[in-house]
């Protein structure tokens, strides 16, 4: 039986940083359950509403910004289009205040420390990512509802667990990196010419590109933007943003005025292995410092990982010709598939799996994208996504302080990195001779995931988190 049917928009979402369990997540179930009142006509009737935040949303939340997506979300404001400059406003508008405006209709009395409340000692028992909404009416009645964000902006609601998308009739119906590939025996087509085979199940071959363009235009922009802006992060731990000093190190002080020329300019830079390293980390660092601003990013598949897959598809752009629409979106379909198997088959979840879930798949999905895009078979490409996972098996997610900084935002360069070395040893390499499948990694990864000690999931209770003395201010 089908686990689940995902779309490369599924995959890949656009958002606001720094966290997709943590931070879209919530905003989106904030939105899903301002409409569901909206929809039984109770909003005009909410007279106040409390949030109630268990497990790992209640430990990081507040490194998280989960309060803030929460807040957003609640007032009607949409990630894909909330001026990202305006957030900080937003929040303390409605703080002092002690206003709520319900999907901006309907006004409540709101009072923050009072209303919204992290229960850091409880936890719900079908996920780690979990929270409660509760709106009292002038009826003198409550209703609540409870929504769980099982990563990578996922979100379900309690009673719900099979989400709403619309179920279609896929023509190569997928759940493991076998059926994949059977398919693609079967057919003789690329592994990105399935992906598009399906996704005609749910939109026409040009809203579909058009769509992934778009994808491919927030994660340009995020990389550029990052990589010219300067500063240190917000959250207390004084973190300085280096991509902009790495920037002008590689091709000097001159401004680029717009993205077309800078990627000239990284092109003549050279190609030597020390500066397509250093162009590499620079493009993972940009993404991931824009994340941690509460900037506009693209989840791929989550927010502490989003700096994997850009970096690569920014390498393959420079250094190897890849700057072509076509071979941008193949990139994105294969990465994309290669997402969805993880999480059919084990979990995009770092409060679930530790960061292996989410630095680990998206250097997966990164080395397949490339590995496809530089001419590897069907076989290479799963080869490739395997290796790139069987090297962060069981490596866990420590945030420091909650922040999505330290060390999450280094991983995404050595998640970059591993994908393209992954790569280049799976075309290298008889896929004939492989001893491991790409499913065996996905079955150990869940395993692993399962085996492992909650307090490396995404709770700060364990690792760097423990292990760094840090005095914070209060967020």
């Given amino acids: 039986m089908q686990r689940e049917q995902i779309s490369v928009f599924d995959m890949f979402k656009i958002g606001v940083g720094p966290s997709s369990s943590h931070t879209l997540g919530p905003w ?18 909410v007279s106040q509403v409390k949030i109630l ?35 900080d406003s937003k929040v303390d508008d409605i703080i002092v205040s002690k206003k709520l405006e319900l999907n901006s209709e309907a006004p409540v009395s709101f009072y923050f420390d009072d209303d919204l409340l992290f229960l850091f000692n409880e936890s719900l028992p079908y996920h ?41 009739d896929l023509p190569f119906p997928i759940d493991t990196a076998g059926d994949l590939l059977h398919w693609c025996m079967k057919t003789g087509l690329k592994i990105s010419e399935v992906v598009l085979e399906n996704e005609l199940a749910w939109r026409s071959e040009q809203d579909t590109r058009e769509g992934v363009l778009n994808i491919f235009n927030v994660i340009k922009d995020c990389i550029y933007r990052g990589c010219h802006t300067g500063g240190h992060l917000p959250g207390g731990l004084n973190v300085a943003r280096r991509a902009e000093h790495l920037n002008k190190r ?8 717009n993205y077309h020329e800078w990627v000239d300019a990284i092109r003549q830079s050279g190609n030597s292995f020390q500066n397509i390293l250093d162009w590499v980390s620079c493009f993972a660092l940009a993404v991931n410092e824009e994340n941690a601003s509460f900037g506009r ?39 994309s598939e290669i997402g969805s198997i993880f999480k059919k088959g084990a979990t995009i979840s770092a409060a679930m799996g530790g960061c292996q ?24 490409v799963l080869m490739a996504a395997e290796i790139a996972m069987e090297h962060h098996l069981g490596l866990t997610c420590d945030p ?53 000690n909650s307090k490396y999931k995404e709770t700060s209770d364990g690792g760097l988190a423990v292990n760094i003395p840090l005095s914070l201010p209060e967020c």
């Fill in 128 to 168: 780690p990512n979990a929270v409660t909404f509760q709106a009292f009416l002038s009826t003198g009645k409550a209703v609540s509802a409870t929504y769980y964000s099982i990563g990578g902006g996922f979100v379900v609601k309690e009673g719900e667990e099979k989400g709403t998308k619309t179920e279609v």
């Fill in 28 to 45: 989106r179930a904030a939105q899903q359950f301002v409409q569901w009142l909206k929809q039984q006509q109770l909003l005009p009737l």
């Fill in 250 to 257: 590689l091709i000097g002080e001159r401004h680029y005025t």
């Fill in 357 to 380: 879930a989410e630095i680990g798949v998206s250097s997966a999905m990164a080395a397949a994208a490339l590995t496809e895009c530089l001419g590897g078979s069907q076989r290479q």
């Fill in 297 to 335: 990013v693209v989840t791929a598949p989550t927010n502490g990982a989003a700096g994997v897959i850009p970096a690569v598809l920014q390498y393959y752009i420079a250094f190897c010709d890849g700057f072509d629409d076509n071979k941008i979106i193949s990139f994105l379909f294969v990465a």
């Fill in 53 to 87: 935040l268990y497990g790992s949303l209640a430990k990081t939340g507040k490194g998280h910004g989960t309060d803030i997506a929460i807040l957003l979300g609640l007032s009607g404001a949409d990630p894909v289009t909330f001026e990202v400059d305006k957030i």
């Fill in 400 to 452: 420091i302080a909650g922040l999505v900084q330290v060390p999450c935002i280094e991983r995404n360069t050595m998640g970059a990195i591993k994908a393209i070395t992954a790569s280049q040893l799976a075309l290298q390499t008889n896929p004939d001779n492989a001893k491991v499948s790409l499913d065996a990694v996905v079955k150990t990864m869940w395993q692993t995931a399962q085996d492992m």
